[in-house]
């Protein structure tokens, strides 16, 4: 089956800096890679997502990209404010079943 | 967007009691739904995946006789921890997905359920 490895498990950055979190997946056959958030004691809730005819994806400050051959994706956060800290899971989905990764908890300093 | 309801959001029991959590989606029809557990800080972990009109599939290591799953309408899964034990303490989160097969579609997930067995 799939296996999602997250990269790092915590970071913490300035307000206003850029912050990066890395996925790795297993499974060829993965075509939909979404990126959840997740606050304190609430569900998580998608803040974007690629599938696997895209090599990247913009939203504002959110970007994310995806290297099919090497098996990564990453998730690019820009101009990092307060409300940006949370727990981020990456996932990634062949077909109906979706694997999450460990989660990243980013805190951005103010 | 689509909205799943889960119900309830925290439960305590005493160790022995089983306890039935409710997933529904409000405004569409999910022929699959997926139950989750997560401890404190940690990832979420695929218990099972619930087809409507058939048996759940299980993640390996998930006792299917102690999470029992049913997902007897388009709208409706449900969880049913069986004999809870203090162990079984956890946060236990539905999702829900508008396409059957083909390719892969948002989640949507529910509130989250926080189980506590004394």
């Known amino acids: 089956g799939e296996n999602v490895e997250q990269h790092p498990s915590t970071l913490s950055v300035q307000e206003g800096d850029s912050a990066v979190i890395k996925c790795t997946y297993s499974d060829s056959a993965s075509n939909y890679f979404p990126w959840y958030k997740q606050e304190l004691g609430k569900r998580p809730q998608l803040i974007i997502d690629?599938?696997?005819?895209?090599g990247e994806k913009k939203d504002q400050r959110i970007a994310v990209t995806l290297n099919k051959t090497a098996k990564h994706f990453s998730l690019h956060i820009t101009e990092t404010q307060p409300e940006d800290s949370a727990v981020y899971f990456c996932a990634a989905s062949p077909n109906n079943d979706m694997r999450f990764g460990a989660g990243t908890r980013l805190t951005v300093k103010p | 967007g689509a909205v799943v309801s889960q119900h309830p959001s925290r439960v305590i029991c005493k160790s022995g009691t089983s306890v039935k959590i409710e997933c529904r989606s409000l405004d569409f029809q999910a022929t699959t739904m997926f139950w989750y557990r997560q401890f404190p800080k940690k990832s979420l972990m695929l218990m099972a995946t619930?087809?409507?009109?058939?048996?759940?599939?299980?993640e390996q290591g998930v006792e299917k006789d102690k999470f029992l799953i049913n997902h007897a309408s388009l709208t409706l899964s449900t969880l049913t921890v069986t004999s809870a034990h203090p162990e079984d303490s956890s946060f236990y989160i539905c999702?829900?997905?508008?396409?059957?097969?083909?390719?892969?579609?948002?989640?949507?997930f529910g509130e989250g359920s926080r189980l506590t067995v004394l």
């Open positions: 999702s829900a997905s508008r396409t059957s097969g083909g390719p892969s579609g948002e989640l949507f």
């Open positions: 619930s087809n409507e009109g058939s048996k759940a599939t299980y």
């Open positions: 690629i599938r696997s005819n895209v």
